[in-house]
């Protein structure tokens, strides 16, 4: 399937890098999302676009960046990571309409770890 | 109270039994439901909106009970394949239109 794509599957860095995952969904969505994916934990929601807007931020640290510079892109830029930061790094779209909220489509997630 | 909760089983049942999930959500007023199923090490995956009046996806049958605020999930004649972790998504605020919560999941193990 290649509704959301997800870059890269894997990523072993260190504390003091400095990289980026990258999302792209090409189902003509107007809402994209990041999540964060621990062992034996549920999905975490982490960040919000609607119409490339962040609507919402679930108190996430500062390290990580998001950035939306279209409705069909979506990035996570990392920095100075923490060992308990590696988890599962989940994408997803939706398409938003007044009144329901209705289903995400996920890609198939940046797999991250942190040494 | 968890804002939305799931058995984590696992739950282990032979080829071609039946298996039921329930789970309860906190906020009475949720308006959408989902269930998704989860494989090992791969994304979530939807497997059915949930809608007041039930709804039947061949072997998979959901049913939503909004004044208990539970919702449920029912799998007939199960199959090898539908071994993987099943999700309960609810959205619990209803001023805040695109957050979904998700639950912990419910593991399901179909034996041969």
């Known amino acids: 399937e290649t509704g959301v794509t997800q870059t890269p599957r894997h990523l072993v860095m260190g504390m003091t890098n400095k990289k980026s995952l990258k999302c792209e969904q090409h189902?003509?969505?107007?809402?994209m999302y990041w999540y964060k994916q621990s062992a034996k934990k549920p999905l975490e929601l982490m960040f919000v676009?609607?119409?490339?807007?962040?609507?919402e931020n679930n108190s996430v640290p500062s390290r990580f960046s998001p950035e939306c510079p279209n409705s069909s892109h979506l990035f996570l830029h990392l920095h100075t990571l923490q060992p308990e930061d590696s988890a599962l790094y989940l994408c997803?779209?939706?398409?938003?309409?007044?009144?329901?909220?209705?289903?995400?489509?996920f890609g198939p997630g940046t797999r991250l770890t942190v040494t | 109270r968890k804002e939305v909760e799931q058995d984590p089983g696992p739950f282990n049942v032979p080829e071609g039994a039946t298996v039921a999930f329930n789970c309860t959500y906190s906020?009475?007023?949720?308006?959408?439901f989902f269930w998704y199923r989860q494989d090992c090490r791969k994304e979530p995956k939807l497997l059915m909106s949930?809608?007041?009046s039930g709804n039947e996806d061949g072997r998979f049958t959901a049913q939503l009970n909004r004044a208990s605020q539970y919702i449920s999930l029912l799998i007939r004649d199960s199959k090898l394949s539908d071994s993987a972790t099943y999700l309960c998504?609810?959205?619990?605020?209803?001023?805040?239109?695109?957050?979904?919560?998700f639950g912990s999941g419910t593991q399901l193990t179909v034996l041969p």
């Open positions: 997803a779209s939706s398409q938003e309409t007044s009144g329901r909220v209705n289903e995400q489509y």
């Open positions: 189902l003509g969505h107007n809402a």
């Open positions: 676009y609607n119409f490339k807007e962040q609507t």
């Open positions: 906020n009475s007023a949720s308006q959408s």
């Open positions: 949930v809608y007041s």
């Open positions: 998504v609810v959205n619990l605020f209803s001023g805040s239109a695109r957050q979904l919560t």
